[in-house]
């Protein structure tokens, strides 16, 4: 039985990593840093016009050596958690340990339709996943860091609300969010950290980001956790030519992003 430091990485679709372009150096596969899958196999159709989330359910999880994934065309993309799991194992993993990060997380998803939220399927999933890996040690697996990433979703869901009503709403659910998950580990003192989102996103519609990563923020901070600012990393769109891609940070930046996270995590971690 391996003995774990385990890293819940949760949200949308910047958490999963859609990051595209070339890189400084790409992330190499390390036998002390395994991601934690399931095969719920998640996706979206369409009923009525509206997207819904569908996916196996229940799901059986197996634990693979992390790597970064591939996209529909067959295209390794970024995932921050990679880079900031290669930073802990650096500075913090004692000997005889591993790294397990949670996957769990799935673009498109959010609060308004609802997906996550407290008795929602990706809420569920998350504790679901994050109990598997509690379960492979009991006596020595410990949970170390929760990394979120997600609210492009909630700031154009709801095309009506106004930004004061759009602020009031996310704050609440994030919230609740994080007070189920915290009570469910039976350990407050585990470093939250969150991001914004890209530049390039944000300039098309600034009231409504706004509204919600002020939200994020002071969530964030309710938790003694950590926000990392995100205004200077590029987006698909950015980085590659003819790329209409404003929603994803790059690859380059999901690796910078990674140690962003780290460093934040540093900072607050008792």
């Known amino acids: 039985m391996e003995k774990y430091d385990i890293i819940i990485l949760a949200g949308q679709s910047n958490a999963q990593g859609q990051g595209r372009g ?31 989330l569908v996916m196996k359910w229940p799901a059986v999880n197996t634990i693979e050596v992390a790597n970064e994934r591939k996209n529909k065309l067959g295209q390794d993309v970024g995932c921050f958690a990679l880079q900031f799991a290669e930073k802990y194992v650096e500075t913090y993993l004692e000997e005889g340990r591993k790294v ?26 998350m504790l679901t996943m994050t109990k598997a890996a509690l379960e492979e040690n009991p006596a020595e697996n410990r949970v170390v860091a929760i990394l979120w990433s997600q609210g492009e979703h909630d700031s154009f869901e709801n095309a009506d609300w106004d930004a004061e009503r759009r602020y009031i709403t996310h704050k609440k659910n994030l919230t609740d969010t994080f ?14 950290i969150a991001c914004g989102f890209t530049e390039s996103y944000c300039k098309t519609n600034r009231v409504h980001t706004d509204a919600v990563l002020n939200a994020i923020r002071e969530v964030v901070a309710d938790f003694g956790g950590g926000f990392v600012e995100t205004t200077e990393l590029l987006s698909n769109s950015d980085k590659l030519p003819d790329c209409k891609d404003v929603y994803h940070f790059c690859k380059e930046s999901l690796h910078i992003l990674g140690g962003m996270f780290f460093e934040k995590y540093r900072q607050i971690r008792k």
């Not at 397990?100 to 569920?124: C, K, S």
């Not at 915290?182 to 407050?188: A, I, Q, S």
Request: glycine residues 12%; negative net charge; hydrophobic residues 35%.
């Open 22 to 52: 070339p890189v400084t150096r790409e992330f190499v596969p390390d036998e002390r840093i395994h991601f934690l899958k399931d095969d719920s196999n998640p996706g979206f159709t369409s009923v009525d016009g509206v997207a819904k």
């Open 100 to 125: 397990l990060i949670v996957d769990a997380n799935f673009g498109g998803t959010g609060f308004a339709r609802p997906e996550w939220g407290v008795g929602n399927i990706m809420h569920t999933r």
């Open 179 to 192: 007070n189920d998950l915290y009570e469910k580990l039976g350990d407050r003192s585990v470093p939250l």
